[in-house]
């Protein structure tokens, strides 16, 4: 990994942090898998964009029906 691509991440984190009020380090609990049956769903706001089979980072179980997630784009 290259300085400049190491300090996008880094300014990635710092943005995801302050957008969620998300305090520590972020720790990845597990990886899903988006159904490849779903449709695909636009993201708005603090939603995140679905597609097929995308693999997401799951960050932190907030309740019974969201997850604090991010993609392959650390979004």
Same mark, same amino acid.
């Given at each position: 990994m290259?300085?400049?691509?190491? *300090?996008?991440? +880094?300014?990635? =984190?710092?943005? &995801? /942090? *302050?957008? &969620?009020?998300?305090e520590? %380090? $972020?720790? @990845?609990? !597990? #990886?899903?898998?988006? =159904?490849?049956?779903?449709?695909?769903?636009?993201?708005?706001?603090? %939603?995140l964009?679905?597609? #097929?089979? +995308? $693999?997401? =980072? @799951? $960050? /932190?179980? !907030?309740?019974?029906e /969201? $997850?604090?997630? #991010? %993609?392959? /784009? #650390?979004?």
């Amino acid at each position: 990994m290259t300085l400049k691509e190491c *300090k996008k991440e +880094e300014k990635a =984190d710092r943005e &995801f /942090q *302050k957008k &969620f009020k998300f305090e520590g %380090n $972020i720790a @990845v609990l !597990t #990886r899903m898998m988006v =159904d490849p049956a779903t449709t695909e769903k636009r993201g708005g706001g603090k %939603n995140l964009p679905l597609r #097929r089979g +995308e $693999i997401l =980072d @799951v $960050i /932190q179980f !907030t309740n019974k029906e /969201q $997850i604090l997630c #991010r %993609n392959s /784009q #650390r979004r």
